[in-house]
């Protein structure tokens, strides 16, 4: 019997399962072939890669490997593109597309689709990077050949990269999204994306996906520790915040006129919001709390003007550093502003900016650094323990009670009291 490890190998060359280990594996490796091709040999069968050394035949190899793998060491055998585009010049414009294609195409249309306010969404990019992610691998192979095997390939090289469990499920779930249109564009067979749909999301505690830490709300301590060392009018949309349980984005474009006064509760409707493309209205409401903090910086003269402006914050900032000014201000420096300066204050917060104002405030306070978004939790979670989950709810504009679970934490106080006295 022949010994393995020789198999097809050749005079003057090492032996073709030279090889590393990959989970606990010998896998073959990264080969020269005729001087200028790489190729790698699976059970026997003889795989070429590309030209020897480029990045496409690299990543071709990790492919195939990761296929290997994942398929118990059998080799796999998509059809390539040579293959494809024989079967396109037999058949016409009708032969199925390549993978590369296919993004091509959904890319376009994601561009044209994911848009508020003239501007494409964050969807885009995170879509970008999952075809970016997706071509690494299937560039060139025919789009009904990629079945479950091949996504979950991709999947595995994105835990062995360290991302994020709720990080892949999203990525992969936007892949699935590129073949659910391309079966409404006539581009990809059902049975193709019915087969892709079989495969689960990765589960809590049963992947060796990377976990994230649930956004906690923060606590109050934490807020009133960055009031001395936060700008004004941040402190005031933290106050805000912590008090309506709005959206960071909705504080950064709050205005004047968005902002209904007639009755004793104030009501906010926001001109944009984070459900509006599912046709659903967004209300939030301000209380007696919540008018003391935000009366003063309300502007009647020009209402259709951000409530909340850096240039505001930049004036009260100077004002203050003129005012502590011991030594006597001379002519020179009455007005020291340049003609034509390279930064200017901004007329909006955006959710960047204000979320980067309270973490360089926690940082002077000497405290971890949380983020707007924990404020929300936190009202969340305040409004829940005084008036229940429901109300919890409506307030933060939740379509269902199992998102506000998400949001409002569970006081396990009055669970405590109740085994204190029963149990």
Same mark, same amino acid.
């Given at each position: 019997m022949k010994n393995p490890s020789n198999f097809g190998s050749k005079s003057g060359e090492s032996p073709v399962f030279d090889s590393m280990e990959v989970f606990g594996v010998r896998v073959p490796k990264y080969r020269r072939h005729k001087k200028i091709y790489a190729r790698v040999v699976l059970n026997g069968r003889e795989i070429h890669l590309g030209l020897y050394g480029s990045p496409e035949s690299k990543a071709n190899y990790e492919r195939v490997i990761s296929e290997w793998l994942q398929t118990g060491r059998k080799a796999p055998r998509p059809k390539r593109l040579e293959t494809i585009k024989k079967h396109r010049d037999e058949s016409g414009d009708d032969a199925p597309l390549t993978l590369t294609e296919l993004a091509v195409r959904y890319f376009k249309h994601a561009q044209a689709y994911y848009v508020k306010n003239g501007e494409p969404t964050s =969807?885009?990019?995170?879509?970008?990077?999952?075809?970016?992610?997706?071509?690494?691998?299937?560039?060139d192979i025919e789009i009904n050949s990629f079945g479950p095997t091949a996504l979950k390939t991709l999947r595995e090289d994105f835990i062995q990269r360290d991302l994020a469990r709720t990080t892949i499920n999203k990525q992969i779930g936007r892949i699935l999204r590129m073949f659910r249109w391309g079966v409404s564009e006539t581009l990809v067979k059902p049975e193709t994306l019915t087969a892709l749909q079989s495969v689960p999301g990765l589960k809590v505690?049963?992947?060796?996906?990377?976990?994230?830490?649930?956004i906690r709300p923060v606590a109050q301590s934490d807020v009133e520790a960055v009031r001395v060392f936060?700008?004004?009018?941040?402190?005031?949309?933290?106050?805000?915040?912590?008090?309506?349980?709005?959206?960071?984005?909705?504080?950064?474009?709050?205005?004047?006129?968005?902002l209904d006064r007639s009755e004793s509760v104030w009501a906010y409707r926001p001109p944009t919001h984070k459900t509006e493309h599912h046709e659903k209205d967004r209300v939030v409401y301000f209380g007696p709390l919540a008018q003391v903090v935000l009366e003063p910086w309300l502007n009647s003269g020009e209402p259709e003007a951000f409530v909340f402006s850096p240039a505001t914050a930049e004036m009260i900032r100077r004002n203050k550093m003129r005012a502590l000014r011991k030594s006597k201000v001379q002519p020179s420096q009455i007005s020291r502003a340049k003609d034509d300066p390279q930064f200017q204050p901004g007329d909006m917060y955006t959710t960047t900016s204000y979320r980067r104002a309270i973490?360089?405030?926690?940082?002077?306070?000497?405290? =971890?650094?949380?983020?707007?978004?924990?404020?929300?939790?936190?009202?969340a979670t305040n409004i829940r323990r005084d008036f229940g989950i429901e109300i919890a709810r409506a307030v933060l504009g939740?379509?269902?009670?199992?998102?506000? =679970?998400?949001?409002? =934490?569970?006081?396990?106080?009055?669970?405590?009291?109740?085994m204190a006295k029963s149990g």
């Open positions: =969807e885009v990019i995170g879509i970008q990077i999952a075809l970016r992610d997706l071509r690494k691998f299937y560039s505690g049963r992947s060796k996906a990377r976990e994230t830490d649930r936060m700008n004004p009018v941040v402190m005031a949309m933290v106050d805000i915040q912590r008090l309506t349980g709005m959206r960071p984005g909705e504080v950064c474009q709050l205005r004047t006129v968005d973490g360089k405030a926690c940082i002077k306070a000497g405290i =971890e650094p949380w983020h707007p978004n924990q404020l929300r939790h936190l009202a939740h379509s269902t009670v199992d998102m506000t =679970e998400v949001y409002a =934490e569970m006081d396990f106080s009055k669970a405590k009291d109740a």
